[in-house]
């Protein structure tokens, strides 16, 4: 019996049928340009690019500036949303045609920076059927590889928990694949280059393998074989 995940949708997406490479979003939900989660989003980038991908690095302050309103009193009546900020256009031209994206976020209060919540939160806009276009919308949220990396001033294992659980199920309601996560430690600008876990090198290797890195998600009923991976 062959190893078998459970179907999930599109998890694999290494790039079109052109053969042409696969693209990456990466998406940074911190106010600070130059700090620590910046600087795992740009390891990142290093791996990915060094491994053949095309990357795309945003940074949500520069595309949202509004939360979730109540489309039924925003929404013009051309079924656009009346957010006057980029969020559609971060959508559309660059989240949506990715194969994969990493979510790089500083840990606020045990969870997300209120940008890259707002990101999760507004695309309801889009996928909802209020929505003219949801149908394509909801077609390229799903599929997609996703990883996380996230930057907080405490070692305490469980800072990061709930985030982690927050993006995996996010990844299974869109039948998407969370293929790994890194969590670097540092306050000061830059200073998770000093943490002693090497977060730096991991983002960089998660890039490198983001679209290699192997994926399963059983259930009880999933077909497998006994070993996880192939015997030589």
Partial sequence: MTLQPLE????????????????????VGSPRRTGNSAALADAVRRGAEEAGAQVKVRRLDDYIEGFLRDCRTCRRPDGECAI???????LFEDFLPAQGVVFCSPIYWYGLSAQTKAWFDRTFCYY????????????????????????SEETYPGA?????????EYARYTRSSFVGFVRGVGNRRGEVERDPAFPLQEAERLGREFFARPYSDYRLDTPRSGSVWPTV
């Fill in 8 to 27: 999930t949708g599109r998890t694999s997406r290494e790039g079109d049928a052109s053969g042409a490479p696969p693209q990456l979003l990466i998406l």
């Fill in 84 to 90: 006057g900020d980029r969020y559609r256009t971060l």
């Fill in 128 to 151: 909802a059927g209020a929505y003219p276009d949801s149908p394509r919308v909801i077609a390229g949220m799903t599929g997609k590889r996703i990883g996380l990396a996230l930057a």
């Fill in 160 to 168: 990061a928990l709930g985030i982690v659980h927050q993006v995996q």
